[in-house]
């Protein structure tokens, strides 16, 4: 038996072919998609990596214990990413005839922080910030 091959059995042969009418330009721009997807995932892994160091290092700082809080002579080393969020303590005593509110805007909507001086058992003077207030609730204190 002699197996013959007519037009279509040989076009139908070459279609299922890899390496049919494949363009040069074709598999140069799959190949490019290709990396670049590869890169965007590796890039982004990358991203969520550091991500979540960051997170669980704010998660360590928001609930480690205050410590005391640091005085004028360490002032120039407090710094934003070593001490943002560091819970600390300080004792002393307010000085509200000094307070002053500081007008805000919040999602809330507008108000004022209330500011107060606090003199410390350690002789050095903080403001503390004790909170938002809206517009109703402000007293007679200064508006700055």
């Known amino acids: 038996m002699t197996q013959s091959h007519d037009g279509a059995e040989a076009r139908r042969d070459a279609a299922l072919s890899p390496h049919h ?4 330009g074709t598999l140069i721009f799959v190949s ?3 990396l670049i997807r590869l890169f965007g995932g ?12 960051w997170k669980l290092d704010l998660i360590d700082r928001v609930h480690a214990p205050a410590s005391p809080a640091p005085g004028p002579d360490t002032w120039s080393t407090v710094t ?3 001490d943002e969020y560091r819970h600390v303590r300080i004792t ?23 500011l107060t001086p606090l003199e410390s058992a350690r002789g050095f003077t903080v403001l503390i910030n004790r909170g938002f207030v809206p517009p109703e609730r402000k007293d007679s204190a200064t508006i700055a």
Request: net charge positive; aromatic share 8%; no cysteine.
């Open 21 to 24: 009418h494949r363009k040069p």
């Open 32 to 34: 490019v998609l290709i």
């Open 42 to 53: 590796a890039t982004l892994g990358v991203w969520q990596v550091k991500h979540l160091a």
């Open 80 to 82: 934003r990413d070593a």
């Open 92 to 114: 002393g005593r307010f000085l509200n005839s000094r307070e002053t509110l500081v007008r805000a805007t919040k999602d809330l909507g507008s108000g004022y922080w209330v």
